[in-house]
């Protein structure tokens, strides 16, 4: 079972607020011209993770910087980074680390995430063990934020202290999600049968190598992580590794007596070696010890990018992960693979300028060629360009990212995409970019 410690150990990354050293990312004075780079947080295998600033609104972030040339073409951690990004783009929760965009040079590429500055929840436990009523409020805040998840279809899988922080309000933020799962990773035998976890943590079904549903092996997870909280040590534990996980599969552990009866008969019911009796988080909702003083945490709808003015919302809003890929398919190869030939299907660009003057520019353009390029309007900010004999067909779609920049999508949909290569690269781009100072987010040049 080395696997599993291999998967948690190798894609885990810095945590997102430890004590600081004075190392900064660069002279530069600001990466994109949007954020000044701070002190270094924490490293790890493959990544670094810097505190900035946000020069136009002065808010703290946390920058996780990814140096490509680290990655080795490994088809592993590459797809860990898909992952991170295909679901951290889904999620908007109070007690979720939120991740604001995604950027990308040729080299590195840059996670844009919220600065949680509490630390790790590990840190704080492991001065002493919680009261019940501590213990419970985090618990609260966990559940609240995996019941969140998995109504997206998102499966942590490695739920542990160590990736729950602590805002300055002393509320828990789930983070690092690059072992987690999505619904569409379910194999038609309806589980999931990737081993990864962190040893003390793992649900024994996933050591019995016969698939496991994501959402049980979450609730497992934070019933360890619950003991912890609540004992101050874990429930199952061995300096033999094999040991642990015979103790594990056979659900061997105690409860100390200081715990009061209804959390010894809770911790019955969150560490049942049975996923399918084992109790479930709706179940833990309506639980007499979890309910005491509980409110589920209020989830705005909320744009990745921020809320919107209602005569705005008829533009398409966008994520970083909606513009590296728009397809199902999660395709984020453009993150990586740093060259974009002329003949490709598809081309981005960010400009700072709002949507209806980018077509306006386009239209302008269109214009010019005299009729060598018709232009037929396909929604409020998107239109299909033709040229002449119907040598290619494209879209041209423009997409909001902030109040600031938006994403111009081009894709070919038939014909020779050279014969229209020429007329994007000389003259509707330069024009969309004239005087604008372009952000590479997708990867392409």
């Known amino acids: 079972m080395s696997e599993i410690h291999g998967a948690s150990s190798s894609a885990r990354?810095?945590?997102?607020?430890?004590?600081?050293?004075?190392?900064?990312?660069?002279p530069e004075n600001a990466l994109f011209n949007k954020y000044e780079i701070g002190k270094l947080l924490g490293c790890g295998a493959f990544a670094k993770v810097y505190h900035a600033r946000d020069v136009a609104t002065g808010r703290s972030v946390a920058i996780k910087v990814i140096n490509k040339s680290r990655l080795n073409n490994n088809a592993n951690l590459i797809n860990n980074i898909k992952r991170e990004i295909s679901i951290m783009s889904r999620l908007r929760h109070p007690n979720i680390v939120k991740l604001f965009e995604v950027l990308a040079t040729k080299r590195k590429i840059f996670f844009v995430l919220e600065f949680v500055k509490g630390g790790e929840l590990f840190a704080k436990v492991a001065k002493g063990r919680f009261s019940e009523e501590l213990g419970r409020k985090y618990f609260q805040q966990l559940i609240s934020a995996v019941s969140y998840c998995h109504s997206r279809g998102v499966y942590h899988r490695d739920l542990k202290p160590e990736n729950l922080l602590l805002d300055e309000n002393g509320d828990l933020k789930v983070s690092d999600f690059g072992l987690s799962a999505l619904a569409d990773h379910v194999r038609p035998d309806g589980l999931l049968h990737t081993l990864c976890g962190t040893p003390a943590y793992v649900a024994p079904e996933i050591l019995a190598k016969k698939g496991y549903d994501g959402a049980k092996v979450d609730v497992w997870s934070c019933g360890i992580v619950l003991f912890v909280l609540t004992a101050g040590y874990l429930p199952f534990n061995d300096p033999n590794l094999m040991n642990m996980y015979k103790k594990i599969y056979k659900g061997e552990f105690?409860?100390?007596?200081?715990?009061?009866?209804?959390?010894k008969r809770f911790f019955s019911r969150l560490l049942d070696t049975n996923p399918e009796t084992r109790i479930s988080i709706d179940e833990i909702k309506l639980d007499s010890?979890?309910?005491?003083?509980?409110?589920?945490?209020?989830?705005?709808?909320?744009?990745?990018?921020?809320?919107?003015?209602?005569?705005?919302k008829k533009l398409q809003d966008l994520n970083a992960f909606d513009i590296i890929s728009f397809s199902r398919g999660l395709d984020l190869s453009a993150l990586f693979d740093c060259k974009f030939k002329a003949a490709d299907d598809v081309d981005r660009l960010t400009a700072e300028e709002q949507p209806e003057r980018v077509m306006e520019k386009v239209e302008e353009v269109v214009k010019a060629e005299n009729g060598g390029v018709q232009l037929r309007k396909t929604k409020e900010c998107g239109v299909e360009l033709e040229g002449e004999n119907g040598n290619f067909l494209v879209s041209l779609d423009v997409y909001r990212l902030t109040d600031r920049l938006v994403v111009v999508e081009v894709k070919r949909k038939a014909g020779d995409a050279t014969a229209f290569s020429g007329l994007w690269k000389d003259k509707i781009r330069p024009v969309i970019l004239r005087r604008q100072a372009e952000v590479q987010v997708s990867g392409s040049s």
């Open 289 to 312: 010890w979890f309910r005491k003083g509980y409110t589920e945490s209020e989830v705005k709808s909320e744009n990745f990018c921020g809320a919107w003015k209602e005569e705005e």
């Open 254 to 263: 105690r409860c100390p007596k200081w715990m009061s009866p209804d959390l």
């Open 13 to 26: 990354s810095p945590p997102l607020a430890a004590a600081a050293s004075t190392m900064a990312l660069s």
